[in-house]
């Protein structure tokens, strides 16, 4: 009997899945109603994933891992903030440029460190090699290299890949955008790399997340620290991507990675756990610049010195009271070689600005929610495409702009403000039958003169369902035709908020919606 059953349930099923649960049916005969019930429902939803009788396959509907769609009202929000952001970056004097979302696999091979293990390589399709983009930072090397140019200051927002644990809630995903600002070209040191940090201020200002830190530091301060620790030369760029971790692990588990795993001696840890607990600003430049072991590193010095006078220029830029010189950043990425930045949100109401500007931002009991931009120099990447060597001194910044989106679309939601997702101004509407074509002569008008405007696909919509639908999307003005409208030679125009009415003729509508939609 339970035979005859498994195999009328399961006709029309293939594969492993249907045989396992054949097989554990005829493994549990002694069952009771109730357990053969349950398994049987669940033969028949497995029977209806893989399709029915007729053999026709169901598709899942969902989107690839790490990927999502956006509805309207998100992408209203996204196209606000990528607003601001363009509008920031060509305030700064930055063009544009684009480049393939997919490089010769070589072109990024190398580039990321432990990262690498994260690029998405494609199937060889006719001869090439070839991988997503990681980020947006390689391909621009390689497109100055490739095109011999020495000068550029650029912004490029583009879609990047990571084959990453993607965390949706935290704007963590594998398919993302990133909004990039660099400046190429031989400048004086420090110029270039603090205005890249009053770009991050103004866009985190502007985009009123919540209170933020920018922590700063230098490759060549972790290459010399690590050094008079005692780091071995060929261990420098793991122990590095372990130190980076410090913003997601507490010192013991990022201690225990460097001894037990990367093979470092506890002493040696142990004393790169008294630098990297150090934060401060200019003043903690000045006291290590004094430290009796940090100063035996020449590179360190340098990168001190450095720290000190990017301190001079933020100062100037009144942006010292966000950033803070904080020992523990690391970042990850080979490619690196002078300054390197962050920018953190911080919990609301945690985090005490310091009022001594010169000394940078006072991070302590700064509690981090994420990083939303990251940055630094890269003078040698540029030269590893070149054929003859030829460096380009690049600085640089990504904006984190998911993680930006994510707060954004939170925000939206615990606000009662309706976000509108078109920018129409006004609907063109009728109060009485048979004056379609009238209305379409007057959208036509309208959209000729520049002017946002819509207009019901009805012969003959009811007034009433042209006003709802003028107040559900946020459509400021109704122009509304009437027959003793059109005897006159008038529009009644109509305030959607305060339902005030003004009949306008028709030869001052145009200049009339303008300055009531603030457009004159």
């Known amino acids: 009997m339970l035979s005859m059953l498994c195999v009328r349930v399961c006709s029309g099923l293939t594969g492993l899945r249907a045989a396992t ?7 549990l005969s002694g069952m009771t109603v109730d357990q053969i019930d349950e398994e049987v429902a669940k033969l028949l939803q497995l029977k209806a994933q ?81 991988s997503l983009r990681y980020d947006l930072t390689v391909p621009f090397a390689r497109y100055l290299a490739m095109n011999k140019i020495t000068n550029i200051k650029r912004y490029h927002i583009a879609k ?29 040191a420090m110029i270039p790399d603090a205005e890249c940090l009053k770009i991050v201020y103004e866009i985190l200002s502007e985009l009123d997340l919540g209170d933020f830190r920018i922590k700063v530091n230098d490759r060549r301060i972790l290459d010399g620290m690590f050094a008079v620790c005692g780091v071995p030369d060929e261990k420098f760029r793991t122990i590095c991507s372990t130190v980076d971790k410090l913003d997601k692990m507490p010192w013991e588990e990022v201690k225990r990675e460097m001894v037990n795993e990367k093979g470092l001696s506890e002493e040696a840890a142990d004393q790169i756990g008294q630098y990297v607990s150090m934060q401060g600003g200019m003043d903690l430049a000045e006291r290590l610049l004094q430290d009796h072991k940090l100063s035996q590193s020449k590179q360190a010095c340098a990168g001190l010195t450095d720290i000190k006078q990017l301190f001079s220029y933020l100062q100037l830029f009144q942006v010292t009271d966000k950033v803070v010189f904080d020992l523990s950043l690391a970042r990850g990425l080979d490619y690196y070689t002078g300054i390197i930045y962050e920018a953190v949100l911080t ?57 930006i989106f994510s707060i954004m679309e939170q ?29 379409l002569k007057l959208v036509t008008e309208l959209w000729n003169a520049g002017i946002k405007a819509e207009v019901m696909y009805k012969k003959n919509p009811k007034l009433l369902s042209q006003l709802q639908h003028c107040e559900e999307s946020g459509i400021p003005l109704v122009a509304i035709l009437g027959e003793q409208e059109l005897k006159d030679g008038v529009v009644k125009l109509r305030v959607v908020a305060t339902r005030e009415e003004v009949d306008v003729s028709r030869a001052d509508l145009i200049s009339e919606i303008r300055m009531r939609t603030s457009e004159a």
């Open 50 to 130: 893989l399709g029915g009788d007729d053999g026709k396959h169901q598709f899942v509907l969902k989107t690839a891992k790490g990927t999502r769609d956006y509805n309207p009202k998100q992408m209203a929000i996204r196209e606000k903030v990528f607003n601001t952001i363009i509008s920031c970056f060509k305030r700064h004097g930055a063009e544009t440029i684009d480049t393939p979302v997919f490089e010769l696999k070589e072109t990024l091979t190398g580039k990321y460190g432990e990262d690498s293990k994260l690029i998405y390589d494609l199937k060889d399709q006719g001869g090439e090699l070839l």
């Open 411 to 439: 925000k939206a939601e615990a606000s009662a403000e309706k976000v509108r997702t078109t920018q129409v101004q006004v609907m063109v509407a009728s109060a009485q039958k048979n004056l379609l074509e009238e209305r």
């Open 347 to 403: 919990q609301a109401g945690v985090a005490a600005v310091s009022n001594d500007a010169q000394n940078g931002a006072n991070a302590e009991d700064s509690v981090s929610v994420g990083s939303v931009a990251g940055g630094g120099r890269y003078d040698g990447l540029v030269g590893m495409f070149d054929p003859k060597g030829r460096k380009v001194p690049c600085v640089g910044v990504s904006i984190g702009i998911e993680r």
């Open 160 to 188: 990047v890949y990571r084959r990453d644990n993607p965390a949706m809630t935290r704007g963590r995903y594998r398919e993302f955008y990133q909004c990039d600002f660099d400046i190429a070209g031989q400048y004086d």
């Open 21 to 27: 649960r054949v097989q554990r049916l005829h493994s």
